[in-house]
């Protein structure tokens, strides 16, 4: 007794000199009061800067969401959701998150990791034995998580014009086409990132499980996270719900309605659909390690370390230094890198029309999501950066005059753009009728040159989108004109002659330097029939 007295007066004597003159409980109510105080001072300044981009960025609407502790504290849309309605953005609003789709994909594999499955470290052939890359042995080398990290060989967007914009291709012909699709460079050698390598990953966890992708995101991640809302693909979105997002593009000063209808064949890569009500759980379970806020564990914390760990590296900027980030790279289905000393977690997706944009700060069990109905993605950084600001104590930066400052920019360099004139004017070595023909591609299909009156017509077959006219550029050179100028991805065609001028084949290239890197005309060998 003596002894549990002495250590008593002990501990007392130590809180005294301490200054420990309240009791713990009133400092647990100070803290609290202290975080209330932060919450609602977070909460306000993302709201206020939402506001301000709405104007500043021409943005007709958008939505955020953001988690502290393990709480959603804000949930809200701002403006409209379609500029021809007027109806109001609400946080329940449907729009295309687009490429955050690749986050889904990468817990769905984690999660058949968990279960015994597979591994990230397993052959694709293991699973998909007709998957083939155009170098034999990649293709045997390959791995789930080469899959899951941008480090196939495969270059920028290489192969999307088979699923952008949409296409009539089916999955099984999409992964076929990449047999076909040209190597960039060395294998796990540098981060380039590649969209079909996460459709291919969908079709592989549907050949595990049986079950196609967009039923297991639904089964795994949507029902018991309380996702009510979220669909993968827009067709699966009930035709009793009207509260969807449209997408609007601002050209020339002026904002068009663009209606987004082509997310089907992206699969793995980003065909999901959500609300910011919803994303406000994915983002929970992703702060909780895998467990859903109702407690359900649907990926391990093994396997998100997994997914958050630093797979591919990527080059930083002394810009990027100077704002407090000295390594980053991808993981697998996230980017990772380091921001004021914390590492940030964090995904941005984008389709004509749309964006979307989540952060995580794991340290301060931070979380946001941004969506737009604009192009405009520094709106999105401007609300993530102040919000950042708030969490990490930062510095006063005036993120919305910055980044909008750079936007005006960008889109005047865009009106700006003038198609160079050619070093020399040479007529087109051939009559208009001879360019006429089909042109077949090993991995897109075919593309087929006709007349129309008195000009030539250059078609996708495989893509209603891609359709439009032929100008004579230079040579044997022409320029193909979009009938959809919303595209912004005109691009040159070059026709290849043999000796006795016939033609050979045909290569293009996008004319301006803002063209979606999805539109890889680049890699394209269109060989005449």
Partial sequence: MKTRISLLSAVISVALLAGCSEPQT???????????????????????????TLKAFNIPGLAVVAVKDGKVILAEGFGVRDIESQEPVTKNTLFGIASHTKAFTAAAIAHLVDQGKLHWDDKVTDYLPDFKLSDPELTHRLTIRDLLSHRSGLGLGAGDLMIWPNTDKSVDEIIAGLANVPMDHGFRTQFAYNNLMFLTAGELIHQVTGVPYSDYIEQTFFEPLNMDESVVGFSNIPASNDNVAVGTIEKDGELHRFPLDFLEDFGGAGATA???????????????????PSGEQVFSPESQHQMWQLTTPIGVSDKAAEQGTFFQGYGLGWFVKDYHGVKQVYHSGGILGMLSLTTLIPEENFGITVVSNQQAFGGLTAITQEALEQVLNLPDQDWVAEQSENYRQFMQRKTDFKIPKPDTEEDATLAQQAYVGTYTDAWYGDVEVRMQGDELRLDFTHTPMLKGTLEHYNGDTFIVHWDEPLLEADAYVRFELNEDDSIKQATMKAVAPFTDFSFDFHNLTLVRQ
């Fill in 26 to 52: 009133t400092t647990k109510k100070e803290a609290t009061s202290q975080s209330q105080q932060q919450t609602v001072a977070l909460d306000e300044k993302i709201r206020t800067t939402a506001q301000q």
């Fill in 274 to 292: 959500a609300s910011v009500d919803d994303m406000g759980n994915w983002l929970i379970t992703q702060l909780q390690h895998g467990k859903s």
